[in-house]
């Protein structure tokens, strides 16, 4: 019984590490230059990778976009060499943006809605890491309005309120059988909420050259009213019973500083390095209603680092009507060794991007990206035990209209 508990203890704070998984999928421009946005100036994107960057903006605009995440993951037990696969589902990742001043105006609004966090992963049935997940299903959204003024002719400012909100429902066998040999499961529930704030600065000494530093600030999520429910034989329930927990997660923060370059008219150079503070993802408690001598409140080591990431893009105007860009970025995982876990088996990894820009008329553009990620990840962890080598492949083509106005 005790192995039994401690699969409990462990999975359970599985659910706030799923939400900080980051999703950098804001813009397709940007996502088509690498991800690169904190020192280059686009589109209404910039609410989020630089608000300060807005004032700049020389019309008002509203953009939509979507980007389907399409994954497939694979892991092999080390011990017995057993493949197993997921067979996910595609998420839809979105966003959302408006810019509104007066012609001319040094002051601009902006309110925009994004999918910061998000992630979609269902492994096979009866696969050997069953009773740390079966089934992970992450969405999150960030609603921000935005203020944002031209101080000169080369500096900008912007700030933008930031409200989260969140759902997520994880799911996992448990190691305990009925009289038909099925194991018990669990399933978890709940809905989040925190607050922040996205800041920005961004500089322009000449028409080539650019220079942004964005900061984005920890997000602390909180979800006080889940719901857990224990599938157990009979004689386990009153040792599992069904009910309410609360938990919370500091999401960290980001500090990225971004430049751009025109060698010419038509080429522009672009280069983003971010800091995120994943350190703050030190431990995780989990908060149970009802508690049992086999159903405790936990404490969890995560043991994040803090980390960085690099980026590389670029857009050539091949026509008036037409935009190329490619880009490449490099990201280091916060997941130490022995810490490694099913739900999002993270690993440092290259991300390669290329994107399309067509204008259809003086008014509407449509931009495309496509990017690609691998990761592999041979690991130990340190409470499951579980020991294997995870490989995960993602690809990401993505859309977004444009109006301006």
């Not at 009925?178 to 996205?198: I, P, S």
Request: glycine fraction near 10%; charge should be positive.
């Amino acid at each position: 019984m005790k192995k039994v508990f401690a699969l409990i203890t462990i999975c359970a704070p599985l659910l706030l590490k799923a939400q900080g998984f980051q999703v950098n999928l804001q813009g397709q421009k940007q996502q088509g230059m690498g991800g690169t946005g904190t020192g280059i100036v686009t589109d209404g994107a910039s609410l989020f990778f630089n608000p300060g960057g807005v004032s700049f903006l020389k019309q008002n605009s509203v953009s939509v976009g979507v980007t389907p995440v399409i994954s497939h993951a694979k892991y092999v037990d080390a011990s017995s060499s057993t493949v197993s696969e997921t067979n996910s589902p595609v998420s839809y990742p979105f966003t959302a943006y408006m810019v509104l001043g007066k012609k001319d105006s040094k002051l601009k609004y902006g309110l925009a809605a994004y999918t910061p966090f998000g992630s979609t992963i269902d492994w096979e049935d009866g696969w050997t890491g069953r009773f740390a997940l079966t089934r992970l299903q992450l969405a999150t959204v960030y609603i921000q309005p935005t203020v944002s003024y031209k101080i000169t002719d080369q500096l900008g400012i912007g700030a933008g309120f930031v409200y989260g909100i969140g759902k997520v429902n994880l799911q996992r066998d448990m190691p305990l059988v009925d009289e038909q040999g099925n194991y018990g499961h669990a399933t978890l529930d709940g809905k989040a909420h925190g607050y922040g704030f996205n800041a920005g600065l961004y500089f322009q000494p000449s028409s080539k050259f650019s220079v942004g530093l964005n900061y984005r600030s920890e997000v602390k999520m909180k979800a006080d009213d889940g719901d857990a429910t224990f599938e157990v034989p009979a004689s386990m329930e009153t040792a599992f019973p069904s009910g309410k927990f609360s938990t919370s997660l500091p999401l960290p923060k980001v500090i990225s500083l971004g430049f751009s370059y025109n060698p010419n008219k038509k080429l522009v150079l672009a280069f983003d390095a971010t800091m995120v503070g994943w350190k703050s993802f030190d431990t995780l408690t989990f908060d149970y209603e009802q508690n049992t001598p086999y159903l405790a409140d936990t404490k969890s080591a995560r043991k994040y680092e803090n980390t960085f990431s690099y980026r590389v893009g670029a857009q050539y105007t091949v026509s008036e009507k037409v935009a190329a860009r490619a880009g490449i970025k490099y990201l280091m995982t916060p997941v130490q060794d022995g810490y490694v876990t099913p739900d999002v088996p993270d690993a440092s990894h290259l991300n390669y991007s290329l994107g399309l820009g067509y204008k259809l008329n003086s008014r509407l553009t449509a931009d495309m990206s496509f990017t690609i990620q691998s990761m592999k990840r041979t690991d130990t962890n340190v409470e499951t035990q579980m020991s294997g080598s995870y490989k995960t492949n993602i690809y990401m083509p993505g859309i977004s209209l444009n109006y301006n106005f």
